[in-house]
């Protein structure tokens, strides 16, 4: 019976008998298997997994294949228990099936389900000793994949190739360089799997040359070597031999391939040539997600993120669903615009389709809140995001840290120390930085000696300047210049200058100016050398000194900085310079602040005059004062926005401290919050306090 049955599971369903009274035969009718293989296969495709359940139930006898079928299915639609009930009821399986679930519990993530199988299986190929190596590759097992591979009766090409990409994925180069010489045929997947292994582990040039060895050896690329090869050319900017690819590609007629298009605009884009990147973009019509977020991303690694944001808008209108990486790349866009607005727009879609909680939006979103002064939604979303992995933490220290909520940055870093992560060169960042910020002089000592002690191989020139600007800011000025003279490594400018601006800060004339040679033997032209030093000269009085410096400037043709700040609303940024009267509104923005210069004296508030860094009369600096960019840019968001909203400012200098004393003030007169984000932090002005606490 059980033969009579075997033999049966020829047919995909029971014959039917029919008498044909016309003919007096009996006749029978079998619905083609082909008949329900397209079928179930169209309705796998569709996702329609439970409508291909039910035309499968309606098979009386499936065959072998149209298990098979079924169950691909259900592990394509993550259904793995589904997949293994149905191929237990399977009354005969052969190799594919066995081959076919295997594959499946692997797909599904399943390993120790997958290794069980394959013990159990009654004949293994060659194709389920690759399957079962690739899986273990594909979990970090590389022992396990390596063993197997030795163990196998045959190994035939597709091995050999699958152990070469997992070395590669695993990061194990040297054994994947190994393994690929001892070849002794390689195939075109050999080569492309070289090719990209390479280029994807650090190695572009080695990359490069072995696309030159490959096609030396007379073997022709396909559109993926194609496309490892243009990757290679944009990670170390050969814009000559990109080309060169370029007219290969189109010679061979590859140049509509989707992946070999995303490649040549990723390629251009890094060369800095965004209009051929857009020529490519526009020879044909794309409907993959991947060629539009190559032109987004390239649109925003050449600062055009106005355009970036433009192509994620067009991308929605014709219907294409962003991916992780669209977002990551349009929110950083959203971040570099200051555009919090399109920023909340982009995080609601992300919502909508279900990757708000994954890693790499939910990481982005954080840096694009941080960013824009919303610090409140940048831990709610930092909290929402299910698998942090170390990018998590450190853009949620780093964003406290800029904020100066120096206890939360430390309470985060406690957090990721029991969640097990450790700890890299950027968190140490965020920590030093948060103690800066904070003034939490010890703690900052404590993580610098530990970092010194224990972590000196990570220990980089940005931990030195936020270390000399902790003891800076504490007035420990001669600890500070000692430290950088004890560096294991030369002090590079930004680190003297964390020295000068602290020299600033204390009014220390003497050290300042050592630091100032040192900042110009390391950088002529810099800028802020000269500024820092000559408002120190001008805050004590010293004029004369003030008019050398500034001379000096001029005949080295150094151009100093001009302070501004900006306002982005509805889209639009509104800039201001100190004094400035161009804006449209500036006749309202006056009239709001000399309304507020009123308010601001009842309450006791006197100009400070040593910040008005001009040789001119006192009723005049009090002018320049009341006037600042910061100001005017207050006066327009008072005037622009509803009553009761935050504000949010940008300035790309340090806010000064008569500035700083009359912001307090007006958050309290108007009863807003004011955020200030200036060259070094975050300050969020509410009631008359500062988050900063008068320390930064």
Same mark, same amino acid.
């Given at each position: ?138 979990? &970090? #097992? $590389?022992?396990? =994949?390596? %063993? +197997? @591979?030795?163990?196998?009766?045959? /190994? *035939?090409?597709?091995?050999?190739? !699958? ?7 695993? &990061? #194990? $180069?040297?054994? =994947?360089? %190994? +393994? @690929?010489?001892?070849?002794?045929? /390689? *195939?075109?997947?050999?080569?492309? !799997? ?7 582990? &650090? ?7 072995? @696309? ?11 559109? !993926? ?29 590859? !140049? ?441």
């Amino acid at each position: 019976m059980s033969k009579f049955r075997a033999i049966f599971q020829t047919f995909s369903c029971p014959p039917k008998f029919f008498w044909k009274p016309s003919t007096g035969f009996m006749y029978y009718s079998n619905q083609s298997s082909l008949s329900y293989k397209h079928k179930l296969y169209n309705h796998i495709k569709d996702q329609r997994i439970d409508l291909a359940r039910r035309l499968f139930d309606e098979i009386r006898w499936p065959s072998t294949h149209l298990y098979t079928i079924m169950i691909n299915g259900y592990a394509q639609n993550h259904k793995l228990i589904h997949a293994l009930d149905l191929f237990e009821k399977m009354p005969v399986r052969d190799t594919v099936s066995w081959n076919s679930m295997l594959k499946g519990c692997l797909d599904c993530g399943n390993l120790a389900a997958a290794a069980n199988l394959f013990d159990k299986m009654p004949e293994r190929n060659v194709i389920s000793w690759t399957t079962m190596v690739d899986g273990y590759m594909r979990f &970090g #097992r $590389v022992d396990k =994949a390596e %063993r +197997l @591979f030795y163990e196998m009766p045959v /190994r *035939d090409m597709a091995a050999w190739n !699958s152990m070469i990409y997992g070395y590669f994925c695993n &990061g #194990r $180069v040297e054994d =994947a360089i %190994r +393994l @690929f010489g001892v070849m002794s045929y /390689r *195939d075109v997947i050999s080569w492309t !799997s070289m090719i990209g292994g390479l280029g994807s582990n &650090g190695k572009p040039n080695e990359s490069l040359f072995a @696309f030159k060895k490959m096609v030396g050896s007379g073997i022709l690329p396909t559109a !993926s070597t194609f496309a490892c090869v243009l990757t290679g050319c944009a990670n170390v900017l050969n814009l000559y031999f990109g080309l060169q690819i370029h007219g290969c590609v189109i010679k061979m007629g590859c !140049s509509f391939d989707e992946f070999i298009c995303a490649s040549l605009i990723t390629f251009y884009s890094n060369c800095k040539k965004i209009e051929d990147a857009s020529k490519v973009f526009n020879e044909k019509l794309h409907m993959n997600v991947v060629v539009w977020t190559a032109l987004l991303t390239g649109k925003g690694l050449n600062d055009e993120h106005e355009g970036a944001l433009k192509v994620f808008t067009d991308m929605i209108h014709i219907g294409i669903l962003p991916n992780q990486s669209t977002f990551t790349s349009v929110l950083n866009s959203c971040c570099k615009l200051e555009a919090v607005g399109h920023g909340k727009e982009i995080h609601t879609m992300a919502i909508k389709l279900g990757l708000v909680n994954d890693v790499f939006v939910g990481n982005s979103l954080v840096v694009m809140y941080s960013e824009c002064g919303n610090a409140i939604d940048a831990v709610a979303i930092f909290r929402k995001i299910n698998k942090k992995n170390i990018v998590s933490w450190n853009s949620m220290m780093v964003g406290s840290a800029q904020h100066g909520f120096g206890q939360l940055t430390l309470t985060i870093f406690s957090q990721m120390i029991r969640g097990g992560v450790d700890p890299d060169e950027i968190t140490f960042t965020g920590l030093l930085s948060a103690c800066s910020h904070s003034g939490m002089l010890q703690k900052g000592r404590c993580f610098f000696e530990y970092l010194s002690r224990y972590k000196s191989n990570m220990m980089k020139p940005q931990h030195y300047a936020c270390m000399v600007d902790i003891l800076g800011r504490w007035g420990k000025l001669e600890e500070a210049e000692e430290l950088i003279k004890n560096m294991p490594m030369k002090a590079n400018s930004m680190i003297w200058i964390a020295l000068l601006s602290a020299c600033r800060m204390h009014s220390n004339l003497e050290v300042a100016e050592r630091a100032t040679k040192q900042i110009l033997d390391l950088e002529p032209q810099c800028s802020a050398a000269y500024v820092l030093l000559s408002n120190l000269y001008a805050s004590a009085g010293k004029w004369s000194d003030v008019s050398r410096l500034r001379v000096k400037m001029k005949h080295g043709g150094i151009i100093k900085q001009p302070g501004h700040s900006w306002v982005n609303l509805k889209g639009m940024k509104h800039e201001f310079l100190s004094g400035d009267r161009s804006h449209p509104l500036s006749k309202k923005i006056y009239q709001k602040l000399e309304w507020l210069g009123g308010k601001l004296k009842e309450l006791g508030y006197t100009p400070e005059k040593r910040f008005s860094l001009h040789d001119v009369e006192d009723e005049q600096k009090e002018e320049m004062l009341s006037y600042h960019s910061e100001r005017l840019a207050i006066g327009f968001a008072l005037i622009s926005t509803v009553e009761g909203s935050t504000i949010t400012v940008m300035k790309n200098l340090r806010v000064c401290g008569d500035c700083h004393s009359a912001i307090k003030l007006i958050s309290k007169i108007v009863g807003r919050e004011i955020v200030v984000r200036d060259s070094n932090r975050f300050h969020h002005f509410r009631s008359g306090i500062c988050s900063c606490g008068d320390y930064w």
